[in-house]
């Protein structure tokens, strides 16, 4: 089956740096990447997702690639504020199948 | 809101204890997973089901069972309580599999004493 692996497992950050969090995955047929943020004891939301037929998908200050090739994608976050603080999870999938996350990434935006 | 809803919020029982979570996905979704997340842990993910059938299985304990009904609501049945089974569970909802954004419901909190 597939295997995500995300890094690193926490990164801290000064504000209005930047921060990327990288993931990489096995199986080929995986063509659905989300991203997800979880504040601590709340629901994962999505926050940002690319398809395997692009390579690079922005949102504001949100950014995430891909490489099909190498089989990893990463987020980026420009600009960061102290509300980025939160885990983000990566997750891959293909059509009709379960998801497969990451182990996810604890970032600390110090103000 | 995300449209997927949980019950109970919380949940607090003994050890050997049986419960029930019960959840109901967005309106249209057919396809509805489960998963387990302890204290500082990650999204283990248990079990899916797609318009009633079992369509993947995870990690899931053999304690642990699930369904999903005519109406596609679904409840995981977890049995034989253990302290180890406290933890945040969630269930997910999409319309038909991996491929699309999947919502994530509030989640029940149980805890094992």
Do not use: M
């Amino acid at each position: 089956g597939e295997n995500v692996e995300q890094h690193p497992s926490t990164l801290s950050v000064q504000e209005g740096d930047s921060a990327v969090i990288k993931c990489t995955y096995s199986d080929s047929a995986s063509n659905y990447f989300p991203w997800y943020k979880q504040e601590l004891g709340k629901r994962p939301q999505l926050i940002i997702d690319i398809r395997s037929n692009v390579g690079e998908k922005k949102d504001q200050r949100i950014a995430v690639t891909l490489n099909k090739t190498a089989k990893h994608f990463s987020l980026h976050i420009t600009e960061t504020q102290p509300e980025d603080s939160a885990v983000y999870f990566c997750a891959a999938s293909y059509t009709g199948n379960q998801f497969y996350f990451g182990t996810g990434t604890s970032l600390t935006v110090i103000p | 809101d995300s449209g997927v809803t949980q019950t109970p919020k919380h949940l607090i029982t003994a050890t050997g204890q049986r419960v029930t979570l019960r959840c109901s996905p967005r309106s249209g979704d057919l396809s509805v997973y489960w998963y387990q997340q302890s204290l500082d842990q990650g999204l283990q993910f248990l079990i899916q089901y797609y318009n009633g059938e079992e369509r993947a299985k995870g990690n899931i304990l053999e304690r642990f069972s699930a369904q999903q009904f005519p109406d596609l609501h679904s409840e995981l049945n977890l049995s034989s309580l253990e302290l180890g089974d406290s933890a945040l569970y969630f269930c997910a909802s999409n319309l038909v599999g991996g491929g699309e954004t999947q919502y994530f419901g509030p989640g029940t909190r149980l805890l094992v004493l």
